[in-house]
């Protein structure tokens, strides 16, 4: 017997050392679970990805490191019976996922023109007309309303050539690739022939898009920035009683059990030989580290925190020198709950005057919404954008600075609006809130389309591979979906009007 234990003891004690503290939930489990496609982030692009996947019969498993479905779309409601949206604030009518609302059957409510009221040079043009043409007729005189038009039709036919090329995943012609090379701002002061109210009042619409000024995005990007407010424009809509509304219908169209909040995961590991990927994600209720398989995984979260994960093997050079080459895109969100009188100062003739793009410090102010019926209070949104949302996001910053500073411009706008203001709460956005990227790159270059190819059974997803906005986040969607199911052979699901 003591020869037994003196031959079993240090296997014991190794066994021991292997164990961990405690046995049970925490513990990681040893067979990983197995499924066609793991997805990385409930966000708009993971959970639309997730939902036609399902509908081309491919099982999947959506990870999500918090606790929230929706990623950046986010409803915040307040204790006096008013809400406004702490992400996403709306959909332009040409986004794809304006389809896929519809098909869930989601409730919606919106706006027919693209162009908002905005202020210049301590000017007020309220955006009260039907029609854009009409509102920019309204903004600017004959002569340079002509010029305007003749601009817009040239930027019409460019963005036509850039939208083919973008969908074939292909090189854009020549003569507008050396656009990259050029700001936005730059072109239209050396070669838009445009008054200098026009060129504002451009810059003013597209700016808050692209979360930084024109001078830091290519000519290119402008083009395709501009396509919104081009001609007629295109109008947006919002999901009524928040837009995060759509994750919750997805999410209970995808099944409860395959969408797993409290899963960071940590590591994407392929295996060439045996075509299957591994994914390791820590549980953040008990930090038990949880192991799944996969044909196929797709990444959402924004391209930038892809270096928190580790990808074995490594992603290459050009992709890890198109993430790092992404800059800007920045928002600051402030909601100022005010007493319900105050919405004397943006009504006009009944009716109110918002979203104002103030191009200063307040940004992009929106309405909140009525979450009962005749709440006591209102609430303003304040989407800070730019170099004035860097500068509130940065964490050497004081919030008491912000709210100073906001309260001085309110009151500066408003003046005695500051005795109806109840108080402000911020949500930041650091580093980065959007997709955009400096002059020398732009979503048409060929690092971009590199971003775009599976990278072996690894999918690069999410609105940092398309476009600014979140149209761009459900055409990445769109993309990895095709990508995989004609991988699987599988028929892809009907996504887009134009599809059998
Ligand atoms: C304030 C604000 C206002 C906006 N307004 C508009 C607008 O009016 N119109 C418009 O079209 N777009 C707007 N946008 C942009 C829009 O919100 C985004 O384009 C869109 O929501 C992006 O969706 P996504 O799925 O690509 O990424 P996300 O929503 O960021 O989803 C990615 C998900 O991945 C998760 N994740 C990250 N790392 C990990 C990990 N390691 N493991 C597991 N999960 C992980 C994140 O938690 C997140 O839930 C706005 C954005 C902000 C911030």
Request: charged residues 20%.
């Amino acid at each position: 017997m003591k020869t037994v234990l003196r031959f079993l003891a240090p296997w014991l004690v190794a066994c021991a050392i292997m164990l961990p503290a405690h046995a049970g939930p925490g513990t990681a489990s040893h067979a990983p679970e197995e499924t066609d496609v793991v997805i990385v982030g409930a966000g708009l692009a993971g959970m639309t990805a997730a939902y036609r996947l399902r509908q081309a019969g491919l099982s999947v498993v959506v990870l999500e490191a918090s606790d929230h479905l929706g990623g950046r779309m986010r409803s915040a409601s307040y204790p006096e019976g008013v809400g406004a949206e702490a992400g996403l604030e709306e959909f332009w009518n040409n986004n794809p996922t304006i389809g896929l609302i519809e098909e869930l059957g989601l409730q919606t409510e919106g706006a027919a023109t693209a162009f908002s009221s905005f202020i210049h040079k301590g000017r007020f043009y309220p955006a009260v007309q039907d029609t854009n043409e009409a509102f920019v007729a309204a903004t600017l005189g004959p002569r340079e309303h002509a010029r305007f038009k003749a601009w817009d039709k040239r930027m019409q036919g460019h963005y036509a050539r850039l939208e083919d090329a973008w969908r074939r995943n292909a090189p854009v012609p020549a003569d507008l690739a050396r656009l990259q090379e050029l700001s936005f701002a730059d072109w239209l002061q050396r070669k838009s022939g445009l008054s200098p109210l026009a060129i504002a009042l451009i810059r003013a619409e597209t700016e808050p898009e692209y979360g930084t000024g024109a001078d830091r995005i290519s000519a290119l990007d402008g083009i395709a920035e501009w396509h919104i407010f081009s001609g007629a424009g295109v109008g947006s809509r919002h999901i009524v009683g928040g837009n995060q509304k759509l994750a919750e219908a997805l999410a209970a169209r995808i099944g409860e059990t395959a969408v797993r909040t409290g899963h960071q995961v940590t590591r994407i590991a392929q295996d060439v030989a045996s075509g299957t990927v591994e994914v390791m994600a820590l549980r953040t209720r008990d930090y038990a580290m949880q192991h799944f398989r996969a044909r196929h995984v797709v990444t959402t979260m924004p391209l930038f925190r892809l270096h928190e994960v580790q990808v074995v093997p490594p992603l290459s050079p050009v992709i890890q020198q198109a993430i790092g080459t992404q800059s800007w895109g920045a928002y600051f969100t402030a909601h100022i709950v005010l007493d319900r009188k105050a919405s004397r100062f943006w009504t006009r003739d009944g009716d109110p005057v918002l979203p104002i793009l103030t191009g200063g410090p307040l940004g992009v102010i929106y309405g909140g919404h009525d979450l009962v019926e005749e709440p006591g209070h209102t609430l303003l949104n304040l989407l800070v954008t730019g170099d004035d949302a860097e500068r509130f996001n940065a964490r050497t910053g004081s919030l008491d600075d912000v709210r100073r500073e906001i309260a001085a411009a309110l009151d500066k706008l408003w003046p005695g609006i500051g005795k109806e203001t109840r108080y402000m709460n911020f949500v930041r956005y650091h580093p980065r809130a959007i997709p955009a990227w400096p002059v020398g790159r732009s979503r048409y270059d060929a690092m971009s389309r590199a971003v775009r190819e599976p990278q072996g059974r690894l999918y690069l997803a999410g609105d940092f591979t398309e476009s600014s906005h979140s149209d761009g986040a459900a055409w990445s969607a769109i993309r990895v979906v095709r990508q995989i199911c004609a991988r699987e052979g599988k028929v892809a699901p009907r996504m887009m009007p134009e599809d059998q």
